[in-house]
Protein backbone atom coordinates (compact mmCIF):
# COMPACT_ATOMS: atom_id res chain seq x y z
CA UNK A 1 0.00 0.00 0.00
CA UNK A 2 2.64 2.51 1.06
CA UNK A 3 4.81 1.54 -2.17
CA UNK A 4 1.71 2.63 -4.29
CA UNK A 5 0.92 5.78 -2.40
CA UNK A 6 5.09 6.90 -3.00
CA UNK A 7 4.61 5.38 -6.69
CA UNK A 8 0.99 7.64 -7.26
CA UNK A 9 2.82 10.47 -5.46
CA UNK A 10 6.12 10.27 -7.89
CA UNK A 11 3.65 10.02 -11.00
CA UNK A 12 1.86 13.16 -9.97
CA UNK A 13 4.94 15.45 -9.29
CA UNK A 14 5.93 13.88 -12.49
CA UNK A 15 3.02 15.12 -14.71
CA UNK A 16 3.17 18.43 -12.63
CA UNK A 17 6.45 19.16 -13.58
CA UNK A 18 6.03 18.22 -16.77
CA UNK A 19 3.08 20.42 -17.36
CA UNK A 20 5.06 23.59 -16.23
CA UNK A 21 8.01 22.41 -18.88
CA UNK A 22 5.44 22.27 -21.53
CA UNK A 23 3.46 25.73 -20.89
CA UNK A 24 6.51 27.70 -20.17
CA UNK A 25 7.15 27.28 -24.01
CA UNK A 26 3.71 28.60 -24.63
CA UNK A 27 3.49 32.58 -25.84
CA UNK A 28 6.59 33.67 -24.63
CA UNK A 29 9.39 34.63 -27.00
CA UNK A 30 8.32 36.70 -29.61
CA UNK A 31 8.17 35.63 -33.58
CA UNK A 32 11.20 37.87 -33.88
CA UNK A 33 13.75 36.41 -31.44
CA UNK A 34 17.09 36.34 -32.75
CA UNK A 35 19.28 35.18 -29.61
CA UNK A 36 17.46 32.98 -26.97
CA UNK A 37 18.54 31.93 -23.70
CA UNK A 38 16.74 29.26 -21.83
CA UNK A 39 16.93 29.81 -17.68
CA UNK A 40 15.80 25.94 -16.82
CA UNK A 41 14.30 27.15 -13.61
CA UNK A 42 12.85 23.69 -12.07
CA UNK A 43 16.79 22.29 -12.38
CA UNK A 44 18.34 24.80 -10.47
CA UNK A 45 15.75 24.35 -7.90
CA UNK A 46 16.60 20.69 -7.87
CA UNK A 47 20.39 21.31 -7.90
CA UNK A 48 20.15 24.10 -4.98
CA UNK A 49 18.10 22.23 -2.66
CA UNK A 50 20.46 19.17 -3.57
CA UNK A 51 24.03 21.40 -2.47
CA UNK A 52 21.74 22.54 0.10
CA UNK A 53 21.81 19.47 1.92
CA UNK A 54 25.07 19.04 1.27
CA UNK A 55 26.71 22.35 2.41
CA UNK A 56 23.75 23.66 4.46
CA UNK A 57 26.03 25.28 6.50
CA UNK A 58 26.66 27.67 3.85
CA UNK A 59 23.47 28.45 3.65
CA UNK A 60 22.26 28.98 7.09
CA UNK A 61 25.26 31.46 7.72
CA UNK A 62 23.90 33.23 4.48
CA UNK A 63 22.55 36.82 5.14
CA UNK A 64 20.12 36.70 1.69
CA UNK A 65 16.68 37.62 2.37
CA UNK A 66 13.52 36.22 0.53
CA UNK A 67 12.68 37.88 -2.65
CA UNK A 68 9.10 38.90 -3.09
CA UNK A 69 8.44 39.92 -6.93
CA UNK A 70 4.83 39.00 -7.77
CA UNK A 71 6.09 36.80 -10.35
CA UNK A 72 4.83 33.27 -11.12
CA UNK A 73 7.99 32.02 -11.92
CA UNK A 74 7.61 29.20 -15.01
CA UNK A 75 9.99 25.82 -15.34
CA UNK A 76 11.84 27.73 -17.94
CA UNK A 77 12.57 31.85 -18.22
CA UNK A 78 13.52 33.31 -21.92
CA UNK A 79 15.43 35.81 -22.32
CA UNK A 80 16.77 36.84 -26.01
CA UNK A 81 17.38 39.53 -28.52
CA UNK A 82 15.04 40.58 -31.89
CA UNK A 83 15.95 41.21 -35.77
CA UNK A 84 14.40 44.55 -35.22
CA UNK A 85 16.87 45.84 -32.58
CA UNK A 86 20.57 45.60 -32.02
CA UNK A 87 22.02 42.59 -29.95
CA UNK A 88 22.54 44.91 -26.96
CA UNK A 89 18.52 45.16 -26.44
CA UNK A 90 16.95 42.14 -24.56
CA UNK A 91 13.50 41.24 -23.91
CA UNK A 92 11.53 38.76 -21.25
CA UNK A 93 7.64 38.17 -20.09
CA UNK A 94 6.55 36.63 -17.71
CA UNK A 95 3.02 35.83 -15.54
CA UNK A 96 1.98 37.59 -12.66
CA UNK A 97 0.72 36.42 -9.60
CA UNK A 98 0.47 39.73 -7.19
CA UNK A 99 0.33 43.23 -9.08
CA UNK A 100 0.88 44.74 -5.38
CA UNK A 101 4.28 43.14 -4.77
CA UNK A 102 5.08 43.56 -8.22
CA UNK A 103 4.45 46.87 -8.15
CA UNK A 104 6.77 47.33 -4.86
CA UNK A 105 9.50 44.98 -6.57
CA UNK A 106 9.82 47.56 -9.13
CA UNK A 107 9.95 50.15 -7.44
CA UNK A 108 12.87 48.97 -4.90
CA UNK A 109 14.76 46.91 -6.73
CA UNK A 110 14.56 47.80 -10.06
CA UNK A 111 14.48 51.77 -9.17
CA UNK A 112 11.49 53.09 -11.91
CA UNK A 113 9.21 55.22 -10.04
CA UNK A 114 7.79 56.97 -13.39
CA UNK A 115 4.23 55.03 -14.66
CA UNK A 116 1.64 55.71 -16.64
CA UNK A 117 -1.39 53.77 -17.91
CA UNK A 118 -1.85 53.01 -21.19
CA UNK A 119 -5.62 51.82 -20.78
CA UNK A 120 -4.43 48.04 -21.17
CA UNK A 121 -1.42 47.88 -18.97
CA UNK A 122 1.09 50.22 -16.88
CA UNK A 123 4.01 51.09 -18.25
CA UNK A 124 7.18 52.30 -16.21
CA UNK A 125 10.69 53.13 -17.19
CA UNK A 126 14.45 54.39 -15.70
CA UNK A 127 14.81 57.75 -16.59
CA UNK A 128 18.18 57.02 -18.46
CA UNK A 129 15.55 55.17 -21.16
CA UNK A 130 17.80 51.77 -20.55
CA UNK A 131 14.84 49.92 -18.51
CA UNK A 132 11.23 49.37 -19.64
CA UNK A 133 8.78 47.54 -17.97
CA UNK A 134 5.02 46.98 -18.93
CA UNK A 135 2.29 45.07 -16.25
CA UNK A 136 -1.00 43.86 -15.68
CA UNK A 137 -2.66 41.13 -13.84
CA UNK A 138 -1.84 38.41 -16.02
CA UNK A 139 1.92 39.48 -17.82
CA UNK A 140 4.73 40.70 -17.20
CA UNK A 141 7.43 42.05 -19.74
CA UNK A 142 10.33 43.82 -19.77
CA UNK A 143 12.92 45.35 -22.25
CA UNK A 144 16.58 46.23 -21.36
CA UNK A 145 18.93 48.18 -23.81
CA UNK A 146 22.57 48.95 -23.07
CA UNK A 147 21.97 51.28 -26.39
CA UNK A 148 18.59 52.98 -25.14
CA UNK A 149 16.92 51.67 -28.18
CA UNK A 150 12.68 51.98 -28.02
CA UNK A 151 11.42 48.80 -26.94
CA UNK A 152 7.58 49.71 -26.11
CA UNK A 153 6.25 48.44 -29.47
CA UNK A 154 8.09 44.69 -28.82
CA UNK A 155 6.34 44.99 -25.22
CA UNK A 156 3.18 45.86 -26.51
CA UNK A 157 3.20 43.02 -28.36
CA UNK A 158 3.98 40.98 -25.52
CA UNK A 159 1.42 42.45 -23.63
CA UNK A 160 -1.41 42.15 -26.03
CA UNK A 161 -0.53 38.45 -26.40
CA UNK A 162 0.75 38.83 -30.10
CA UNK A 163 3.44 37.34 -32.56
CA UNK A 164 4.73 34.73 -30.61
CA UNK A 165 6.52 31.63 -31.62
CA UNK A 166 5.08 28.73 -31.41
CA UNK A 167 6.11 25.63 -29.65
CA UNK A 168 6.81 23.95 -32.98
CA UNK A 169 9.52 26.25 -34.22
CA UNK A 170 12.63 24.67 -34.99
CA UNK A 171 14.62 26.73 -32.43
CA UNK A 172 12.08 25.82 -29.46
CA UNK A 173 12.35 22.23 -30.51
CA UNK A 174 16.63 22.82 -30.43
CA UNK A 175 15.59 24.40 -26.72
CA UNK A 176 13.45 21.42 -25.31
CA UNK A 177 16.02 19.58 -26.57
CA UNK A 178 18.75 21.04 -24.76
CA UNK A 179 18.82 19.41 -21.14
CA UNK A 180 21.05 21.91 -18.89
CA UNK A 181 21.18 25.07 -16.11
CA UNK A 182 21.46 27.65 -19.12
CA UNK A 183 21.13 26.63 -23.21
CA UNK A 184 20.59 29.02 -26.08
CA UNK A 185 20.00 28.75 -29.83
CA UNK A 186 21.04 31.51 -32.30
CA UNK A 187 20.53 30.33 -36.16
CA UNK A 188 21.92 27.12 -36.49
CA UNK A 189 24.35 27.73 -33.33
CA UNK A 190 23.54 25.92 -29.77
CA UNK A 191 25.16 26.03 -26.29
CA UNK A 192 24.85 24.86 -23.06
CA UNK A 193 25.76 25.96 -19.50
CA UNK A 194 25.61 24.29 -16.17
CA UNK A 195 26.46 25.53 -12.58
CA UNK A 196 28.67 22.61 -10.64
CA UNK A 197 30.21 21.71 -7.12
CA UNK A 198 32.85 24.88 -7.54
CA UNK A 199 32.87 26.33 -10.67
CA UNK A 200 29.94 27.30 -14.03
CA UNK A 201 30.36 25.63 -17.40
CA UNK A 202 29.66 26.93 -20.41
CA UNK A 203 30.25 25.67 -24.10
CA UNK A 204 28.84 26.09 -27.56
CA UNK A 205 28.97 26.84 -31.14
CA UNK A 206 28.93 30.21 -32.86
CA UNK A 207 30.38 32.05 -35.81
CA UNK A 208 32.98 35.23 -36.07
CA UNK A 209 30.49 36.99 -38.69
CA UNK A 210 33.06 40.06 -38.14
CA UNK A 211 36.49 38.52 -37.76
CA UNK A 212 38.08 35.63 -40.63
CA UNK A 213 39.32 33.16 -38.76
CA UNK A 214 41.75 31.03 -40.64
CA UNK A 215 43.04 27.14 -39.74
CA UNK A 216 43.28 25.19 -36.84
CA UNK A 217 46.87 26.00 -35.59
CA UNK A 218 47.98 28.86 -34.26
CA UNK A 219 51.00 30.75 -32.48
CA UNK A 220 50.70 33.68 -29.68
CA UNK A 221 53.53 35.42 -27.75
CA UNK A 222 55.13 33.65 -24.68
CA UNK A 223 53.84 35.22 -21.86
CA UNK A 224 55.38 36.49 -18.33
CA UNK A 225 55.54 34.13 -16.16
CA UNK A 226 53.80 35.93 -13.62
CA UNK A 227 51.44 37.18 -15.92
CA UNK A 228 47.92 36.57 -13.92
CA UNK A 229 45.92 37.87 -17.01
CA UNK A 230 46.44 36.48 -20.44
CA UNK A 231 44.77 36.70 -23.72
CA UNK A 232 45.16 36.41 -27.11
CA UNK A 233 42.80 36.88 -30.07
CA UNK A 234 44.19 35.29 -33.47
CA UNK A 235 41.55 36.48 -36.32
CA UNK A 236 41.60 39.18 -39.25
CA UNK A 237 39.16 41.70 -39.31
CA UNK A 238 36.51 41.85 -42.11
CA UNK A 239 35.97 45.02 -43.27
CA UNK A 240 34.10 45.02 -45.95
CA UNK A 241 31.25 47.13 -44.23
CA UNK A 242 31.88 51.00 -42.90
CA UNK A 243 31.93 50.79 -38.99
CA UNK A 244 30.72 53.68 -37.52
CA UNK A 245 32.93 56.57 -35.98
CA UNK A 246 33.17 56.36 -32.04
CA UNK A 247 32.96 59.10 -29.95
CA UNK A 248 35.27 58.94 -26.93
CA UNK A 249 35.38 62.31 -24.67
CA UNK A 250 36.26 64.77 -27.41
CA UNK A 251 37.75 62.95 -29.68
CA UNK A 252 36.26 60.96 -32.80
CA UNK A 253 37.76 57.87 -33.48
CA UNK A 254 37.17 55.97 -37.05
CA UNK A 255 37.88 51.79 -36.74
CA UNK A 256 38.17 51.69 -40.37
CA UNK A 257 41.19 53.49 -41.01
CA UNK A 258 42.59 51.12 -38.11
CA UNK A 259 41.41 48.14 -39.17
CA UNK A 260 43.08 48.35 -42.19
CA UNK A 261 46.99 48.37 -41.30
CA UNK A 262 45.86 45.75 -38.38
CA UNK A 263 46.99 41.99 -39.53
CA UNK A 264 44.83 40.23 -37.15
CA UNK A 265 46.83 39.15 -34.53
CA UNK A 266 45.88 40.65 -30.70
CA UNK A 267 47.30 40.15 -27.18
CA UNK A 268 47.46 41.75 -23.35
CA UNK A 269 48.73 40.67 -20.31
CA UNK A 270 48.76 41.54 -16.87
CA UNK A 271 51.80 41.21 -14.96
CA UNK A 272 53.57 42.82 -11.62
CA UNK A 273 53.00 46.06 -11.07
CA UNK A 274 55.87 49.11 -12.51
CA UNK A 275 56.47 51.61 -11.24
CA UNK A 276 55.61 55.32 -13.21
CA UNK A 277 57.02 58.61 -12.72
CA UNK A 278 54.12 60.97 -11.62
CA UNK A 279 53.07 64.53 -10.18
CA UNK A 280 51.52 65.26 -7.14
CA UNK A 281 49.56 68.84 -7.16
CA UNK A 282 49.03 70.26 -4.11
CA UNK A 283 48.23 74.08 -3.35
CA UNK A 284 49.15 76.49 -0.74
CA UNK A 285 49.29 80.32 -0.16
CA UNK A 286 52.36 82.56 -1.14
CA UNK A 287 53.14 85.75 1.26
CA UNK A 288 50.44 87.44 -0.56
CA UNK A 289 47.88 85.11 0.34
CA UNK A 290 47.67 83.94 -3.18
CA UNK A 291 46.84 80.19 -3.61
CA UNK A 292 49.47 78.97 -6.46
CA UNK A 293 50.15 75.42 -7.32
CA UNK A 294 52.89 73.59 -6.08
CA UNK A 295 54.18 70.09 -7.60
CA UNK A 296 56.14 67.41 -6.11
CA UNK A 297 57.95 64.75 -8.55
CA UNK A 298 57.12 60.93 -6.87
CA UNK A 299 56.98 57.34 -7.88
CA UNK A 300 53.76 55.37 -7.94
CA UNK A 301 52.83 51.62 -8.57
CA UNK A 302 50.83 50.91 -11.65
CA UNK A 303 49.38 47.73 -13.17
CA UNK A 304 51.89 46.05 -15.77
CA UNK A 305 49.98 46.07 -18.48
CA UNK A 306 51.88 44.71 -21.65
CA UNK A 307 49.51 44.23 -25.20
CA UNK A 308 50.87 43.32 -28.91
CA UNK A 309 49.44 43.99 -31.99
CA UNK A 310 50.19 42.53 -34.95
CA UNK A 311 49.93 45.24 -37.89
CA UNK A 312 51.74 47.60 -40.40
CA UNK A 313 52.83 50.18 -37.87
CA UNK A 314 54.13 53.27 -39.36
CA UNK A 315 50.66 53.58 -41.50
CA UNK A 316 48.76 52.96 -38.42
CA UNK A 317 51.13 55.39 -35.79
CA UNK A 318 50.11 57.47 -38.30
CA UNK A 319 46.91 57.67 -38.00
CA UNK A 320 46.89 57.16 -34.00
CA UNK A 321 48.71 60.36 -34.04
CA UNK A 322 46.33 61.60 -36.68
CA UNK A 323 43.20 61.00 -34.63
CA UNK A 324 44.46 62.18 -31.45
CA UNK A 325 44.57 59.04 -29.46
CA UNK A 326 49.01 59.00 -29.78
CA UNK A 327 50.64 61.39 -28.16
CA UNK A 328 54.35 61.96 -27.68
CA UNK A 329 54.87 58.48 -28.02
CA UNK A 330 51.96 57.35 -25.29
CA UNK A 331 48.67 57.44 -25.28
CA UNK A 332 46.62 60.10 -25.49
CA UNK A 333 46.56 61.07 -21.28
CA UNK A 334 42.80 62.99 -22.19
CA UNK A 335 42.02 59.27 -22.90
CA UNK A 336 43.23 57.34 -20.50
CA UNK A 337 44.27 59.74 -17.84
CA UNK A 338 44.74 56.38 -15.15
CA UNK A 339 48.28 55.24 -16.18
CA UNK A 340 50.65 56.27 -19.12
CA UNK A 341 50.71 54.23 -21.84
CA UNK A 342 54.04 53.85 -23.98
CA UNK A 343 54.41 52.75 -27.51
CA UNK A 344 57.20 51.18 -29.17
CA UNK A 345 57.08 49.52 -33.17
CA UNK A 346 58.99 47.26 -34.95
CA UNK A 347 58.40 46.31 -38.84
CA UNK A 348 55.35 43.92 -38.09
CA UNK A 349 54.47 44.93 -34.73
CA UNK A 350 53.29 47.44 -31.99
CA UNK A 351 53.25 47.52 -28.64
CA UNK A 352 51.62 49.40 -25.79
CA UNK A 353 53.17 49.10 -21.92
CA UNK A 354 52.74 50.97 -18.91
CA UNK A 355 56.77 49.76 -18.61
CA UNK A 356 58.54 52.94 -20.31
CA UNK A 357 61.45 50.33 -20.60
CA UNK A 358 59.35 46.84 -21.69
CA UNK A 359 61.16 44.87 -24.84
CA UNK A 360 59.67 43.02 -27.93
CA UNK A 361 59.36 39.36 -27.24
CA UNK A 362 60.03 37.32 -30.11
CA UNK A 363 59.07 33.90 -28.34
CA UNK A 364 56.21 32.06 -29.80
CA UNK A 365 54.24 29.04 -29.19
CA UNK A 366 51.85 26.94 -30.88
CA UNK A 367 48.23 26.75 -30.35
CA UNK A 368 45.11 25.31 -31.62
CA UNK A 369 42.69 28.11 -29.87
CA UNK A 370 42.33 31.28 -31.84
CA UNK A 371 41.26 32.84 -28.72
CA UNK A 372 41.97 32.34 -25.16
CA UNK A 373 41.55 34.14 -21.88
CA UNK A 374 43.00 32.91 -18.50
CA UNK A 375 42.62 35.45 -15.16
CA UNK A 376 43.76 34.66 -11.48
CA UNK A 377 41.56 36.24 -9.33
CA UNK A 378 43.23 35.25 -6.12
CA UNK A 379 46.45 36.77 -7.41
CA UNK A 380 44.58 39.61 -8.95
CA UNK A 381 43.26 40.33 -5.90
CA UNK A 382 46.98 40.50 -4.12
CA UNK A 383 48.47 43.08 -6.07
CA UNK A 384 45.54 45.49 -4.80
CA UNK A 385 45.97 47.79 -7.75
CA UNK A 386 41.66 47.47 -8.86
CA UNK A 387 40.45 48.11 -5.50
CA UNK A 388 36.70 48.75 -7.45
CA UNK A 389 36.99 45.07 -8.20
CA UNK A 390 37.05 43.25 -5.29
CA UNK A 391 33.39 43.33 -4.33
CA UNK A 392 32.91 41.20 -7.94
CA UNK A 393 36.02 38.68 -7.68
CA UNK A 394 36.13 37.85 -3.74
CA UNK A 395 34.00 34.82 -4.61
CA UNK A 396 35.88 33.72 -7.41
CA UNK A 397 39.19 31.79 -8.27
CA UNK A 398 40.14 31.61 -11.78
CA UNK A 399 38.29 31.86 -15.36
CA UNK A 400 39.35 30.44 -18.58
CA UNK A 401 37.76 31.00 -21.71
CA UNK A 402 39.01 29.21 -25.11
CA UNK A 403 38.00 28.92 -28.75
CA UNK A 404 38.31 26.65 -31.47
CA UNK A 405 38.01 27.01 -35.35
CA UNK A 406 36.19 24.39 -36.03
CA UNK A 407 35.36 24.77 -39.98
CA UNK A 408 34.82 28.40 -42.00
CA UNK A 409 31.85 29.72 -40.66
CA UNK A 410 31.45 27.44 -37.06
CA UNK A 411 33.74 27.97 -33.92
CA UNK A 412 33.39 25.97 -30.78
CA UNK A 413 34.14 28.05 -27.54
CA UNK A 414 34.54 26.92 -23.70
CA UNK A 415 34.17 28.72 -20.70
CA UNK A 416 35.26 27.61 -16.85
CA UNK A 417 34.52 30.06 -14.04
CA UNK A 418 36.08 28.65 -10.96
CA UNK A 419 35.01 29.47 -7.45
CA UNK A 420 36.64 29.56 -4.35
CA UNK A 421 35.04 27.10 -2.29
CA UNK A 422 35.13 24.21 -4.55
CA UNK A 423 32.60 22.34 -2.65
CA UNK A 424 29.61 24.51 -2.81
CA UNK A 425 27.56 25.18 -6.04
CA UNK A 426 29.37 28.41 -8.23
CA UNK A 427 25.45 29.51 -8.43
CA UNK A 428 25.26 29.48 -4.62
CA UNK A 429 28.21 31.93 -4.80
CA UNK A 430 27.30 33.93 -7.60
CA UNK A 431 24.75 35.33 -5.74
Not at 69 to 76: F, K
Not at 109 to 119: A, N, P, S, V
Not at 214 to 219: C, E, I, S, T
Request: proline share 4%.
Amino acid sequence: MLAAVVLLLLALAYGYLSLRRYTSYRHRIHSDAAFIIKVDVDRIYRTLAADYLLNSSHYKKSKRSSLKTGLDIPANVFIYTVHSRSAQTYFCSLPVSDTAELRVFINKKLGITRFKYTGKYILGSLANGGLTVAFNEQTFAVGYSLKKENVQEILEQLMNGENFLPDTDPGIKKLKALSAHLAYVFEEYTGTGQFKAGHFHMQGDFNFKGLRVQGKVFNHRVFDKDAILKLWLDAKPITTHRLAPLQLKTHTIYPDSLLKYCNGYFDIELSKPVNQADTLITYEYNDDFEKVAVTTPRMVRVPGINSMLSARPTGLMNQLVAQGILKGGKVNPQLFPLYSVYTKYRPSALLFSTNEHAAFSGLKTQTPYFFYLETDFRKLSEQEQFPLLETYIKTLRKLEVSALNVKPGLQHFEMDLYFRLKQVNALAQLF
